[in-house]
């Protein structure tokens, strides 16, 4: 009869354990955007290998201040996204998670799940500059070698 105790005791906290979980990773507390240019995007973890990034937020080009929003990515792709645009304003899409127990979800409460690469640059509200497209250098053809003398 103990034994039929402890497993069903055993098993309601496993299962408490588990709606906690599918809640907590369900539900966000908040959502929003966030622009600015990802300067940097890491693999982490010894076990639970997530990607790692922050984000450089400038409120007025030219200031010396810069803010800094740390972020988790989940997604592989999203994480191809983000190192594809590194450099390049972006607008991340993030939810914000709270209630996780440990860092192995992510060192941050902050999950991307989208990005959007800006093609211009906000300088005050209402004037942007286009960014100029990224050209390859146009290479000359090497001049065909001169045949030896005979």
Known sequence: ?????????????????????????????????????????????????????????????????????????????TAAQLAKAMGKRVSLHYEQKVGLPTTCFGDTRYFVTKVTVSDDVSIAPGVTVPQAPVVAPVVAPAAPAASPAR
């Open 1 to 77: 009869m103990t034994f039929k105790r402890l497993f069903l005791a055993l098993l309601i906290l496993v299962l408490l354990v588990a709606a906690y979980f599918a809640v907590v990773l369900n539900w966000s507390y908040s959502s929003g955007e966030r622009a600015g240019w990802v300067q940097k995007l890491s693999d982490k973890g010894w076990i639970c290998k997530t990607w790692e990034g922050e984000l450089a937020l400038v409120s007025l080009p030219g200031t010396a201040t810069v803010e800094k929003f740390y972020f988790t990515v989940h997604d592989d792709e």
